[in-house]
């Protein structure tokens, strides 16, 4: 699979899924959706993992890949934002992280297969989601003890290594480490994924996409775009890019940073604009995809998408835009 999504980076910019959480509040679930009959008697609140649904309402899951795909998209992106053992340890889960990964991997590998089958001219990709979890390994969380850390890096490696093996496992064609607010824990998820190729001698494609979380231009642990590229640029990556926190608009100067300064392909899934005052993304497909075409015209990105606020109507508009561009070239894909 790795040989199909570097040929298709040459034909054409891809077209990335937008927000899963956006969509999974359109059904409104209650309590005992997310409990399902399995976990009617669980000791503890579930409503809001929206990872569990993956087990409880897996037909929701599918009929959202199964929208974004209708829309145009080239790939989706498994539902395991938080399926790692420490952001499952919220809810005392720990224990299904490997079937939560396995079954969402699964999902979105069967609505791929369905799709590409169709039209096996627009081969359909799944893209493994590995979260930042809730804790950083550069940071302290206590103001008064700057020293101390809630996570290590090891202990991050590890759960990482389970998710990843677990959504390989379900059939996801690359890993996407995503919403990066803290480089040394992508740190620990690429070296966890370099890990399971060594030892299984495997050739996995790897996407990495960090976040800028303000005007500065740095993430949440303080790198600029450029330190944030510098420092993951020793480990084989498809693609290095930006998504959340930021509108498109906003994240422009930023991905102008990264792209004139490697041959990776380069990835842009902003949010719908910046939240309002109640916290909801108020732009549409059209403004959306009209400062997209930014991006396009300056020959900024490769693989483009939408994070919080964007809906198959937003995908849908941006694929209309992409198809009428050519890829940003890809030096570093002419051999492969």
């Not at 992409?322 to 890809?330: C, E, T």
Request: aromatic letters at 8%; one cysteine or more.
């Amino acid at each position: 699979m790795k040989k199909d999504i570097y040929k298709e980076l040459q034909k054409r910019i891809l077209v990335l899924d937008g927000a899963m959480g956006t969509m999974l509040q359109r059904y409104n679930f209650e309590e005992e959706d997310f409990r399902g009959e399995r976990f009617k008697d669980f000791h503890k609140p579930l409503k809001g993992n929206n990872d569990l649904l993956s087990i409880t309402q897996p037909q929701a899951i599918a009929e959202v890949h199964s929208k974004y795909f209708e829309a145009g998209a080239d790939m989706v992106e498994t539902n395991t934002f938080s399926g790692t053992t420490i952001a499952m340890a919220d809810y005392d889960l720990e224990d299904l992280v490997y079937e939560i990964n396995f079954e969402s991997a699964k999902i979105a590998r069967k609505v791929a297969d369905e799709f590409t089958a169709k039209n096996p001219e627009k081969p359909r990709f799944v893209a493994g989601a590995m979260g930042p979890t809730n804790k950083t390994a550069s940071l302290s969380p206590d103001v008064n003890d700057p020293g101390f850390r809630a996570i290590s890096f090891d202990e991050l490696r590890v759960a990482y290594k389970q998710q990843a093996q677990a959504l390989l496992d379900g059939g996801a064609d690359l890993l996407l480490v995503e919403t990066i607010f803290d480089t040394l824990n992508a740190k620990a998820a690429l070296f966890a994924i370099d890990e399971l190729k060594e030892e299984q001698n495997l050739d996995v494609p790897v996407m990495i996409s960090g976040t800028i979380t303000d005007a500065s231009g740095r993430t949440l642990s303080g790198q600029t775009a450029e330190a944030f590229l510098i420092s993951v640029s020793h480990i084989p990556l498809l693609s290095i890019g930006f998504n959340c926190a930021l509108g498109a608009k906003q994240l422009t100067p930023h991905l102008e940073v990264v792209s004139n300064r490697t041959d990776l392909a380069i990835s842009a899934y902003p949010n719908a604009g910046l939240p309002n005052a109640f916290g909801e993304y108020d732009e549409t497909p059209d403004q959306m995809a009209g400062q997209i075409k930014e991006y396009l015209d300056k020959q900024l990105v490769n693989i483009i998408g939408g994070c919080c606020g964007t809906t198959p109507d937003h995908i849908k508009a941006i694929a209309e835009v992409a198809s009428q561009y050519s890829p940003r070239p890809l030096k570093s894909l002419a051999t492969v």
